[in-house]
C-alpha cells in the first residue's frame, strides 16, 4: 500500500502491530517511504527502530479525545492516565528488547507514572537487547486545556542501551544549558547566574578578539536570551537577570523544548530548577547536537524555596527519606562513596547524563510550539484529524547521530473501516446499519469528534429493525457522549454536575459495557477531587472524595493508601522529622542499631497521637511501620515481616499459655521473663488490640520489641519487582499481567526460565495486595487477591517442571494458613486445604503426579511440609 500526500509517497509500516498492542481504534500507520527505518542484523539498533516513533505517536493521536478550553485540571489527569495505560501496552509489545525505566516524571508531583524500576518488552534470554527508558510525559499540558496557557504541548521519551542514561529517583535538579557557541565557557550550576554570564560573555570577546573589559561585557550580556521557568523560586533569579539587562524568556511548563533552541543557537541560557527527568532528556539532545549542559540533584524543599535554594550550602541538606531512596540508586553522602556509588553534590554533565552510545530523542507534537520548527522556520503543527476519512497526523520528531528528524507518521483509525462500512449498506434500513452506526460514533468519541458521535448513536437509534438491546445501549452511549462532551467544552461548575450523566448511566445499567466505562469515570473524577483538595490541604474534603470514588472501584489499593496518607500525615511528619533530628545528631551517620531507633521513634509517635488514630482501618500500626520504619525496604521483606506480625496477632489473642510460649520463643527468641510480661498482660487486658500494644507491656524494653515488632524472617518470595522504590500496587499489578499475556506467548517459542520467574513474581505480587487490603479491611478484596495468587501458583505447576512448581505449591500451602489465621469462621476449611496443599509435596504417588521425577532433589521440602502438616494437626485438635 502506497499513498501519495503533499508530493510525498507514504506506504504502509510494518512494525506496527495493533492486535498486539490491544489497540481496535488505531488500525494501521503509514510513514514517508524515505524515513522508513530498518534494523540489520542483531543487536538493540534503537535508532533503527520505526516502532519507538509509535509510543509518542499513537499518545498523541489518542490526546484528541482531551482537548478543551474550559481549564478543567480533571482532563489533564485523564490525559496523563491515557498515556501510561497505552505507554504499559506500546512496550510490553516490543518481543525484540527488555527494557527498564531509569527515570520518569510523576512522583515527584503525584501525577499518573511509569514506575521508575518497571520493566517491559521480552522477559525472555535477549542478552544484549537490553534498553533504558527516561521519559518527561507531556511538556506544558495547561495549554491542551487553557487558552491562557501559550506555547505548546509535546510528548517526550528518551531511549539507549542499558545503562545509557542516568538512573535516579524522579527529584529536582538545578541545572544550566548552553549553546555550541559558549561551549568551553565554564558555566556551571556551582556559579552564581552574575558569574554564569560573565564568562559567557568573555568567551565571545575572546573568540572575536574583542577586549575584556566591563564596558564589552555588559553589552554582551544585553544582547543575550536566557530562558527561566516562571516559578516563585526563581524570583531573585530572574531579578538578576533582569538587572544585567539581559532579554529574559520566562516559560510556563516548557523547560525542555528551549534545549531545541539552545542546539540552533538561537537562545543562550536555559537556568534554574526543574525536574531530572526532563533534564535527562534535553541531555541527548545536547549530547547530539551540541553545547553544554550541567545539572546537580536537589533536597525538594530546597529546590522549592528561593531563599534556600540561594545559598549553595543548602543544597547538601537532604531529609533522611531522601536518602534512603538515593541511596537505592546507589547516589550517597558526600565522602561515603563505595564502589560505583557516586556522592549527590556532583555536578552532572550532560556525557553523564545520557553517555550511551545507541541512543534516541523522541517526541509527538500535540500542540504546536514556538520551540521546534522545520529547517525552513515553520513551526511544526500538532496533532490534527480528517473528520470523514478518521486520519490523524502526528509529527514525531527523533534526534540521533547528530541528526535532527521530523516526519509526518499518518495514523488510519476504526473511524475508516466503520465509514465505508457505512457508505457500503447506507441504503439498507436494517439492524446491521444500526450496529455500523454504533461502532463509527464510538470511533468518533474516541478521538474527540463529541457531536459527530452523537449525530451517529441518533441515527442508529431510528434505523428500521434496531433490537431492543441495541436501543438501549443507544439510549446508554448516548448519555455517555454527552457527559464527555460537557467534561471537555463546557464549564465546570461543581463535581455532581459533572457527573450527572455518567451515575445515571451507571445506576441504569451496571453490568453493561458503557455502565462500566461510566462507573471508572466517575471513580477518576472523585479520585482527582480528592487528589485537588489534597493539593490545597483541605483534607476532609479529600477523603470524602477518595471514599466517593472507592464506591466504585471497591478494591482500590491506591485510594486506600491516599486515606491512609492524610489520616497519618501529621504522625508520618512528626516521625520524618525526629529521623531528621536523629541522623543529624549522629553527625548524617547511620548509628550503630540503626533500625532500633526507627522503631522507638516509630512507636512513641504512635502512642503519643493515640488519641487522633481514627479506626479508619483494621491495622492501623501495621500501615504506620510500613510506611515509617519499612520505609525504602524490598516489598518481598515488607511482606515477609507483614505476614509474620498478623501470624503473631493471632497468637497473642488465640493461643494458650504453653502454646504462646512455645512459639515466642521458637519464632521471636523471646527469653522466660519477656514471655512471662507479656503473658500477666494478657491475663490483665485479655485482649491484644494490635501487635503495638506490645509497647504498653511492662518489662519489655527496646530490645524486646525490636525482636518482636522487627523479627528475623526468612524470605520465600521470588519476587522481579524488588526495587524498594517502587510502589506495589494494583495498578502496577495490572501491568505485569499486561506484560505476562505477551509473554505467555513467548513460551510457544521455547523460553521457559524467565516465564516461571514472571509467573511466581505475579503471584506474590497478588498475594501482596491481599495482604495490604486486609490491612485497610477489605475483606473481599484481600480474598481476591489472594485467591489470585493461588490460582497463579496453580497454572505455574501445570506449566513448568523442576523445583518451581515444588515451590509454587508449598507457597498454596503458606496462603492457606495465612487465611485461616485471618478469617476465623472460615480457618477449618482454610487449614484443611493447607494440609491437601502440604501433602501433593510429602506424599510420594501425588508428588511423581505433579512434579514427576525430582523427589530425590526436593527433600527439603518434604521435610518442610512434613512438619507443617503435623503442627497443622495440633492446632485443629486444640481447636
Known amino acids: 500500500m502506497k499513498i501519495i500526500r503533499n508530493g510525498i509517497p507514504f506506504i504502509k509500516d510494518e512494525s506496527f502491530n495493533s492486535e498486539r498492542i490491544g489497540d481496535p481504534c488505531i488500525l494501521d500507520v503509514c510513514i514517508p517511504e524515505g524515513n522508513n527505518l530498518r534494523t540489520s542484523g542483531e543487536g538493540l539498533q534503537l535508532v533503527n527502530r520505526n516502532e519507538l516513533r509509535h509510543a509518542v505517536g499513537i499518545v498523541a493521536a489518542r490526546s484528541l479525545r482531551y482537548f478543551s478550553t474550559n481549564g478543567e485540571g480533571f482532563n489533564i489527569f485523564r490525559l496523563r492516565n491515557m498515556a501510561i495505560w497505552w505507554l504499559r501496552h506500546i512496550y510490553n509489545s ?3 528488547w527488555k527494557a527498564y525505566v531509569v527515570n520518569a516524571e510523576g512522583e515527584r508531583k503525584d501525577m499518573p507514572m511509569l514506575y521508575i524500576g518497571e520493566e517491559f518488552g ?5 542478552g544484549d537487547n537490553e534498553a533504558d527508558i527516561v521519559l518527561s510525559a507531556f511538556e506544558n499540558d495547561r495549554c491542551l486545556v487553557s487558552q491562557e496557557f501559550a506555547g505548546g504541548a509535546i510528548f517526550a521519551v528518551g531511549y539507549s542501551e542499558r545503562g545509557g542514561l542516568f538512573n535516579s ?20 550550576v556551582i556559579n552564581g547566574i552574575t558569574r554564569n554570564l560573565y564568562l559567557m560573555a568573555e568567551h565571545i570577546l575572546k573568540r572575536e578578539g574583542k577586549e575584556i573589559v566591563e564596558y564589552n561585557i ?8 536566557i530562558v527561566v521557568l516562571d516559578r516563585l ?12 539587562g539581559a532579554q529574559l524568556s520566562l516559560v510556563k511548563d516548557d523547560d525542555l523544548t528551549p534545549t531545541l533552541a539552545a542546539a540552533r543557537d538561537e537562545i543562550d541560557l536555559i537556568i534554574g530548577v526543574g525536574g531530572v527527568p526532563e533534564a535527562i532528556l534535553s541531555a541527548i539532545i545536547v549530547e547530539e547536537l551540541g553545547g553544554e549542559m550541567t545539572l546537580r540533584i536537589l533536597p525538594a524543599d530546597v529546590a522549592q524555596d528561593g531563599k534556600l535554594l540561594g545559598r549553595i550550602d543548602n543544597w547538601n541538606h537532604f531529609r533522611k527519606n531522601e536518602v534512603d531512596v538515593l541511596k537505592n540508586f546507589k547516589i550517597v553522602r558526600p565522602g561515603t562513596e563505595k564502589g560505583n556509588e557516586m556522592s549527590w553534590d556532583t555536578v552532572l554533565s550532560s556525557r553523564v547524563l545520557a553517555r550511551g552510545k545507541d541512543k534516541v530523542f523522541t517526541a509527538s507534537i500535540i500542540k504546536k510550539t514556538p520551540w521546534i520548527r522545520f529547517p525552513d522556520g515553520r513551526e511544526v503543527p500538532g496533532v490534527e484529524i480528517e473528520p470523514e476519512t478518521g486520519k490523524i497526523t502526528v509529527h514525531v520528531i527523533r534526534i540521533y547521530a547528530g541528526k535532527i528528524e521530523i516526519v509526518p507518521v499518518i495514523y488510519t483509525t476504526a473511524i475508516s473501516k466503520y465509514m465505508k462500512q457505512y457508505r457500503r449498506f447506507a441504503e439498507v434500513h436494517d439492524k446491521a446499519v444500526g450496529d455500523i452506526l454504533v461502532r463509527l460514533g464510538e470511533a468518533y468519541a474516541e478521538f474527540g469528534m463529541f457531536q459527530r458521535a452523537k449525530d451517529c448513536i441518533q441515527k442508529a437509534r431510528m434505523c428500521g429493525g ?22 471537555t467544552n463546557k464549564p465546570v461548575q461543581d463535581a455532581k454536575a459533572v457527573i450527572s450523566h455518567f451515575e445515571k448511566i451507571y445506576r441504569l445499567g451496571k453490568e453493561d459495557d458503557v455502565g462500566i466505562r ?9 479520585e482527582y477531587l480528592g487528589d485537588k483538595y489534597c493539593h490545597y490541604r483541605q483534607y476532609g474534603e479529600a477523603i470524602n472524595y477518595y471514599k466517593e470514588a472507592l464506591k466504585y472501584s471497591t478494591h482500590e489499593l491506591k485510594l486506600y493508601r491516599k486515606v491512609d496518607s492524610i489520616h497519618m500525615k501529621g504522625m508520618m511528619e512528626e516521625y520524618f522529622h525526629l529521623i531528621d533530628r536523629v541522623y543529624e545528631e549522629h553527625e548524617y551517620k547511620e548509628p550503630e542499631g540503626w533500625e532500633r531507633y526507627k522503631l522507638g521513634i516509630a512507636l512513641e509517635v504512635f502512642y503519643g497521637n493515640e488519641g487522633y488514630v481514627k479506626p479508619f482501618c483494621r491495622a492501623p500500626w501495621l500501615i504506620f511501620l510500613r510506611r515509617t520504619v519499612l520505609h525504602g525496604k524490598k516489598p518481598s521483606y515488607k511482606l515477609a515481616i507483614l505476614t509474620k506480625l498478623l501470624g503473631l496477632q493471632k497468637k497473642l489473642n488465640l493461643a494458650n499459655d504453653d502454646e504462646l510460649s512455645l512459639f515466642l520463643r521458637k519464632e521471636f527468641g523471646m527469653i522466660q521473663d519477656e514471655i512471662d510480661s507479656i503473658l500477666n498482660y494478657k491475663r490483665e487486658k485479655k485482649t491484644f488490640r494490635s501487635v503495638s500494644d506490645l509497647y504498653r507491656v511492662q518489662g519489655l524494653g527496646l530490645d524486646s520489641l525490636t525482636k518482636l515488632l522487627l523479627p528475623r524472617i526468612r524470605i520465600e518470595s521470588q519476587n522481579e519487582l524488588e526495587d524498594a522504590h517502587i510502589p506495589l500496587s494494583i495498578s502496577l499489578v495490572e501491568a505485569m499481567e499486561r506484560r505476562y499475556e505477551n509473554m505467555m506467548d513467548e513460551l510457544k517459542e521455547g523460553h521457559i526460565k524467565e516465564a516461571q520467574e514472571h509467573s511466581y513474581a505475579l503471584a506474590e505480587a497478588y498475594h501482596y495486595v491481599g495482604l495490604a487490603l486486609y490491612d485497610i479491611g477489605d475483606d473481599e478484596g484481600a480474598k481476591i487477591y489472594y485467591k489470585k495468587a493461588i490460582v497463579k501458583f496453580g497454572e505455574i505447576i501445570e506449566k513448568f517442571e523442576g523445583i518451581t512448581p515444588v515451590n509454587a505449591q508449598y507457597r498454596i500451602g503458606n496462603l492457606y494458613e495465612e487465611l485461616a489465621l485471618l478469617y476465623e469462621k472460615e480457618q477449618e476449611d482454610y487449614y484443611n486445604k493447607a494440609t491437601d496443599a502440604y501433602t501433593c509435596i510429602v506424599d510420594e504417588q501425588q508428588s511423581k503426579e505433579l512434579f514427576g521425577s525430582i523427589r530425590g532433589l526436593i527433600s527439603i521440602r518434604i521435610k518442610q511440609a512434613t512438619e507443617r502438616i ?10
Open 466 to 487: 434496531v433490537s431492543k438491546d441495541l436501543a438501549q445501549k443507544c439510549d446508554f452511549l448516548y448519555e455517555y457522549i454527552e457527559g464527555l462532551d460537557d467534561l
Open 94 to 96: 516490543f518481543n525484540w
Open 169 to 188: 529517583p524522579d527529584m529536582y535538579g538545578v541545572k544550566t544549558i548552553v549553546g555550541s557557541k559558549y561551549k568551553g565557557a565554564g558555566v556551571s
Open 233 to 244: 523560586r526563581h524570583e531573585k533569579l530572574v531579578r538578576t537577570i533582569k538587572d544585567h
Open 870 to 879: 503435623e503442627y497443622l494437626k495440633k492446632i485443629q485438635l486444640s481447636v
Open 518 to 526: 461510566s462507573a471508572r469515570m466517575i471513580k477518576r473524577f472523585y
Open 218 to 225: 555588559r553589552s554582551e550580556i544585553k544582547q543575550m536570551e
Open 122 to 126: 521480552a522477559v525472555t534470554g535477549w
